[in-house]
């Protein structure tokens, strides 16, 4: 399953730091993370992040943890923060999902874009 969100005026540190929080909430384990800052080619006083964050579902024993959940955001404090979830849905469960989304839409919801028509 994927989800995709787009933000308006949310610093993608934080939502990238609350993303991490939120799901590290349900009981999986952090994998990898990585963010990185870029300045824009055409003003070198404004920045671009990306962030990656991996997460793994709790293995039995002696079998190696299994990727869950690979978040992905682009984003930068002044323009659009897009979020791009990858889940999978054998090991992250449903119920697991829409407790995530209600977070999500808690804190976030009132700065997602609207759809364009």
Do not use: W
């Not at 080619?41 to 991996?54: C, M, N, Q």
């Not at 999902?97 to 364009?116: H, M, T, W």
């Amino acid at each position: 399953m994927q989800i995709r969100k787009t933000y308006v005026g949310v610093k993608p540190e934080l939502l990238y730091d609350e993303l991490r929080d939120f799901v590290l909430k349900q009981g999986v384990l952090l994998g990898e993370s990585k963010l990185e800052t870029y300045s824009l080619p055409t003003d070198s006083s404004s920045f671009i992040s990306r962030g990656t964050l991996v997460f793994r579902a709790p293995a039995e024993s002696g079998q190696p943890a299994k990727d869950c959940l690979v978040a992905h955001l682009v984003g930068s404090e002044s323009g659009e923060t897009k979020l791009m979830l990858d889940i999978n849905e054998a090991l992250f469960s449903q119920e697991k999902v829409n407790a995530l989304l209600q977070d999500i839409e808690f804190i976030f919801g009132s700065y997602e874009a609207k759809p364009r028509k």
